[in-house]
C-alpha cells in the first residue's frame, strides 16, 4: 500500500512537470484563424496543433481567430485573449481593413497597440503581415506592407511577411490565377489543402517562437 501511495505521488509530480513545461500560444486572428467555410478539424489552429504535435512540441495552442475582425477588433479585446495562461501569441490581422480600405495609419496605431499589451504581458509574438493588393494605389500599399515589418523590428517580435506565404515558392509573386487552386470559391479563404501548405510555412516560425519562449 505504501509503495502504491509513493508511486501515485512520483506520477503526480511528474505529470505536473510535464504540464508545467506546456506552452500555450493564442492564435489572435480573423476568418483566416478561425477557420472560415471549413470543418473545424481542418482550420488553421487545428491543423498547426496537428504539425506542432508531429513535430513533438509540447504547444497548446488556443483558437482567438474572429471572423470579420480588424485590427481594431483584435485591438479591442487582445486584454481578455492575453490570459495569465498564455506564453506566446500569433498576431493575424489586418485582411479585413484591406477589403474595407482602412486607413493604414490606423492599422499601425492598431498593431502597435496589441505589441504593446504583449510586452505588458511579457508574452512573446509572432506578427503575421498581410500584403496590399495595388488597387488603392502605390502609396496605401508602401504604407500598409511597411507596417508589420517596422513594429516586428521595433518590439522584437517574430515576423512573418504574408499568412499567405505558404502557397508560392520563396521569391515568386502570388499569381492569382496559379493560386486559385489552394482557395475556397470565394477566392479570400484557404481551402483544406491551401491551409496545410499554410502551416507547414507558418509551423516553424511558430517553433521559433516556442524556442524565444524557453528561452526566457
Not at 484563424?33 to 470543418?39: A, D, I, V
Not at 516553424?204 to 524557453?214: K, R, S
Request: glycine content about 12%; proline content about 5%.
Amino acid at each position: 500500500m505504501i509503495r502504491c501511495k509513493a508511486l501515485s505521488v512520483i506520477l503526480a509530480l511528474l505529470a505536473g512537470v510535464a504540464q508545467a513545461d506546456e506552452v500555450v500560444i493564442a492564435a489572435l486572428g480573423d476568418s483566416l484563424t478561425q477557420g472560415y467555410g471549413l470543418p473545424a478539424e481542418q482550420g488553421f489552429v487545428p491543423q498547426l496543433q496537428g504539425w506542432l504535435d508531429a513535430q513533438g512540441a509540447n504547444v497548446r495552442l488556443i483558437n482567438a481567430g474572429v471572423s470579420g475582425d480588424t485590427t481594431a477588433g483584435g485591438l479591442a479585446r487582445v486584454g481578455w485573449t492575453l490570459t495569465p495562461e498564455v506564453d506566446g501569441m500569433i498576431v493575424a490581422l489586418g485582411g479585413n481593413d484591406l477589403l474595407r480600405g482602412l486607413d493604414p495609419a490606423q492599422a499601425r496605431g492598431n498593431i502597435e497597440g496589441i505589441l504593446q499589451a504583449s510586452d505588458r504581458a511579457e508574452v512573446e509574438v509572432l506578427l503575421i503581415g498581410m500584403e496590399a493588393p495595388g488597387n488603392y494605389g502605390p502609396d496605401y500599399k508602401a504604407q500598409f506592407d511597411a507596417l508589420y515589418p517596422e513594429l516586428a523590428e521595433a518590439y522584437g517580435a517574430g515576423f512573418l511577411e504574408t499568412f499567405f506565404a505558404g502557397l508560392v515558392a520563396d521569391g515568386e509573386d502570388m499569381d492569382p490565377a496559379a493560386l486559385r487552386a489552394w482557395f475556397q470559391p470565394d477566392g479570400i479563404h484557404p481551402n483544406a489543402e491551401g491551409v496545410a501548405r499554410i502551416v507547414a510555412r507558418v509551423g516553424p516560425e511558430v517553433l521559433a517562437l516556442v524556442d524565444a519562449i524557453e528561452a526566457e
